[in-house]
């Protein structure tokens, strides 16, 4: 085929013609590519290791698979519900794929999913299907913590298989709102707010300082646009559209999909940003033993200076 002549493929000594294969080969081709045909199925690669020995495969070629990913996708749970939040730029490396991938998926009427990392190793469809038959079977909506031990399962039975995989769950259970973490290496946590991708930092540093439990619904929506707005201005795989979900335990709503542009022009004069809570500081390093009122000062006085003509600030 075209594509074979134009990454090399044919001229490979294992690569054989589709059209030559015996039976059985065939057979174990159908089965290698079964998810075309059923997009619930989930292969396993061909080989062991394939993050390493897909390189060694492209070595007699010039073609390179780069998986380099980023993303920004943010979570948090506060008195009116639960708050997603994420951008929509595709990236591998330094090529920009699209600015219109949808990294909040709607799994069920009451679940949301939130995928970082590779788009194809988050299964969101796989736990569409799970979701669904879980509600027919057990006449009642799959909680959280059961989605989450779904992914956390089938992770770990692919460890060392070159995934990179963070996603986010967030639903409404009998015991309220519920926000879990899953990444590839099987890891589950459970927590009131996830910051999940390469704008991570940034976004984070922008939800710590202003996010408060007793917030409207209005101030959670611009909260989480700001700090992905920091995240879409700080870290280059971060941005195209900021779309917001809110989860209460009707259910899912989406609230706004925005350019990054606009909110670039809504959130750029920083004038207007709330102060900091010093109070809430304080208490903070209270709880390790640390006194904000009693830290020295490392500031330099005048003429104070060292041998070599610096100035002294370690005292």
């Not at 997603?84 to 600015?99: H, P, V």
């Not at 259970?173 to 990444?183: H, I, M, T």
């Not at 809430?280 to 640390?290: H, N, P, Q, T, V």
């Amino acid at each position: 085929m075209a594509l074979e002549g134009i990454c090399g493929m044919n001229k490979l000594d294992f690569a054989t013609p589709y059209e030559i294969l015996d039976h059985g080969q065939r057979n174990q081709a159908a089965m290698g590519s079964i998810n075309f045909q059923n997009p619930f199925k989930l292969v396993l690669p061909p080989t062991p290791y394939p993050f390493g020995n897909i390189n060694k495969l492209f070595e007699k070629t010039s073609t390179k698979i780069n998986v380099t990913s980023g993303t920004t996708t943010l979570g948090f749970i506060f008195q009116g519900g639960i708050v997603l939040c994420a951008d929509s730029r595709g990236t591998s490396d330094t090529f920009i794929g699209s600015n219109e991938v949808e990294k909040i998926i709607e799994i069920s009427d009451h679940l949301l999913g939130t995928m970082a990392g590779c788009a194809a190793d988050c299964w969101d469809r796989v736990l569409m299907r799970e979701c669904r038959l879980y509600e027919l079977r057990f006449k009642r909506k799959l909680p959280v913590r059961a989605a989450a031990r779904m992914i956390c399962n089938t992770a770990f039975h692919m460890l060392d298989m070159g995934l990179s995989m963070g996603m986010m769950l967030a639903g409404w259970g009998p015991k309220g709102p519920q926000l879990a973490y899953v990444d590839s290496d099987g890891e589950r946590l459970y927590g009131s707010n996830f910051v999940v991708g390469s704008g991570s930092l940034a976004a984070m540093g922008v939800f710590d300082v202003n996010f408060h439990f007793d917030m409207t619904n209005e101030e959670a929506f611009t909260l989480a646009e700001r700090a992905l707005y920091h995240a879409t201005y700080s870290d280059s795989y971060t941005g195209g559209l900021v779309r917001v979900y809110h989860i209460t335990k009707d259910g899912w709503k989406k609230i706004s999909c925005t350019d990054s542009v606009v909110l670039h022009e809504r959130f750029k004069n920083f004038d207007n940003q709330p102060t900091l809570d010093v109070d809430s500081k304080e208490r903070y390093f209270a709880r390790d033993g640390l006194d904000l009122k009693k830290r020295p000062c490392t500031i330099p006085k005048e003429g104070d200076e060292d041998n070599d003509g610096n100035n002294d600030d370690t005292r």
